[in-house]
């Protein structure tokens, strides 16, 4: 997070390290199912430019650092960073990135079951409760993988 954090050095410290740590988590639910298709990519530089108010160069740079560190540190890092952004951030600004990160996985067209997983633990480590997280999946329940397969 810190790596992400100082390539966005010219924000102001505090705004690069909350955007640092919603990246990361953004690169969490992309790498959980051991692909990121361009189009959860894609949804990723323009959620980070977005939240950031940066232009999209700088918001593609965060993004493949998030990418970087997610794949290279992903194991040992994912709850450190995410209970980071947890303490950093307001309810409203976690409940965002919860509905970023179910933007990010339906972004090529399907939540797999390891995304929807994923994005269960995050939301329980933000502190939502898991009726909370699942309540906020059903804007996206025709992306489910599982309830796809059951329809076709």
Do not use: W
């Amino acid at each position: 997070m810190r790596r992400i954090a100082a390539r966005l050095e010219a924000l102001d410290p505090e705004q690069a390290r909350y955007l640092a740590a919603f990246a990361y988590v953004l690169a969490r639910v992309a790498m959980a199912d051991l692909e990121v298709p361009e189009s959860e990519t894609a949804e990723m530089e323009r959620i980070v430019a977005e939240v950031g108010h940066l232009p999209a160069a700088e918001a593609a740079l965060a993004v493949e650092i998030a990418k970087s560190q997610a794949r290279l540190l992903g194991g040992t890092e994912n709850y450190v960073v995410t209970r980071e952004f947890h303490r950093i951030s307001t309810r409203d600004q976690r409940l965002r990135l919860l509905r970023c990160l179910f933007a990010v996985a339906a972004a090529d067209g399907t939540i797999s079951a390891a995304e929807s997983a994923e994005i269960v633990a995050i939301g329980e480590e933000l502190g939502f409760a898991r009726e909370e997280v699942i309540a906020e999946r059903s804007a996206f329940r025709d992306k489910l993988s599982e309830l796809r397969a059951k329809s076709a």
